[in-house]
């Protein structure tokens, strides 16, 4: 009965209470991914839809149509990003956290900076934490995870790196669901940047104003991250086209824009990076702006991945065997001496 116990007790802890997190997750303001996003963003696209429909700009006869329909929502490969949302907070439990909590020991946190300042240079009087200095402060902390997020995902572009990202890419068709398509490698490495970053920002800025701040929020969630999410965050994986037009897309990255990001023709690798502002594409050479005419745009990373990326052991184990190959050697056959 112990042992029976204790089974269950461990189904709970690394299946049963992940999986029921990841789905009250999509009630929760703090991811992209959530109802109320997810509705603000096809309130758009049905505005979208009604608006081009009126001036005949689209075959689509029906808003279920204009959305792609049953042949992108019921695609087997949607099918996997559903799965996969949810099998991804399993592994985020069993292989991210523990490998995280190994590292942190050795990570300097916000008070570590604070407290390294005030020893070289003394303490600081408290400055009120007034709500525009909350406002500059979440504002910061904002700019700088967007920035850290464009190198990253710059980074795993590269020839080393690619194998794992390439996880994400290699969806043929795009629904709300594959923003979680990432493979654990690089949820692991965005957490650790992330952390390493943010926390350095932080301890200055605490040490700057004599103690902590507060980021300003709205229903619990950052102002800022709060008003992204709202336009449309959600049509970026999508099959519909919205373009903020190329003035707007200078400074704010459109669905448009990460369409083209994932589009297999080779015009558009390797362009538009960003996550939230596109201003990071524009200042280090890799935007591509979009007009109101849609790009005809066909999604994944080529024939030869279309029938391979399908499962949840491809997306999860096939990255490792693929970077092996890559980076080990490959083991030629001994010459025969004939003599």
Not at 110 to 119: L, R, V
Not at 212 to 239: I, K
Not at 291 to 315: I, M, Q, V
Request: charged share 15%; net charge positive; proline share 4%.
């Amino acid at each position: 009965m112990d042992v029976l116990t204790q089974l269950l007790a461990q189904l709970e802890r690394w299946v049963i209470t992940p999986v029921t997190t990841q789905f009250f997750g999509l009630f929760d303001l703090n991811g992209r991914l959530g109802v109320v996003f997810l509705c603000a963003s096809f309130s758009i696209a049905y505005a979208l839809f009604r608006y081009r429909k009126s001036r005949q700009l689209t075959d689509a006869q029906t808003f279920w149509q204009f959305i792609g329909g049953r042949r992108v929502f019921g695609h087997r490969s949607a099918w996997l990003d559903y799965r996969y949302y949810f099998i991804k907070a399993i592994l985020k439990v069993a292989l991210v956290l523990p490998l995280v909590a190994l590292v942190d020991p050795y990570i300097l946190r916000s008070g570590d900076y604070q407290q390294f300042f005030t020893q070289l240079w003394g303490a600081r009087e408290q400055v009120p934490n007034h709500p525009w200095i909350a406002s500059l402060y979440g504002f910061g902390v904002f700019l700088l995870r967007d920035f850290l997020h464009y190198w990253i995902h710059r980074a795993f572009h590269s020839r080393y790196l690619w194998d794992f990202h390439k996880v994400h890419h290699s969806a043929p068709v795009l629904v709300p669901a594959t923003a979680s398509r990432i493979h654990i490698v690089e949820t692991l490495v965005e957490r650790l940047v992330m952390t390493v970053g943010l926390a350095a920002f932080a301890g200055v800025v605490w040490y700057a104003c004599g103690g902590e701040v507060s980021r300003y929020t709205l229903f619990g969630v950052t102002w800022l991250v709060l008003f992204v999410n709202s336009l449309a965050a959600n049509l970026r994986h999508s099959h519909v086209w919205l373009s903020f037009g190329p003035r707007i897309e200078h400074v704010l990255n459109s669905p448009a824009q990460h369409q083209i990001h994932h589009s297999d023709a080779p015009r558009h690798h390797n362009k538009n990076f960003a996550t939230n502002l596109s201003v990071w594409d524009w200042m280090f050479g890799t935007l591509y702006l979009t007009t109101s005419t849609p790009e005809p745009l066909r999604f994944g990373t080529g024939e030869a991945d279309r029938e391979r990326y399908l499962t949840l052991y491809s997306l999860i184990v096939m990255p490792f065997v693929d970077s092996a190959r890559r980076l080990l050697p490959a083991r030629r056959p001994r010459a025969i001496d004939m003599r």
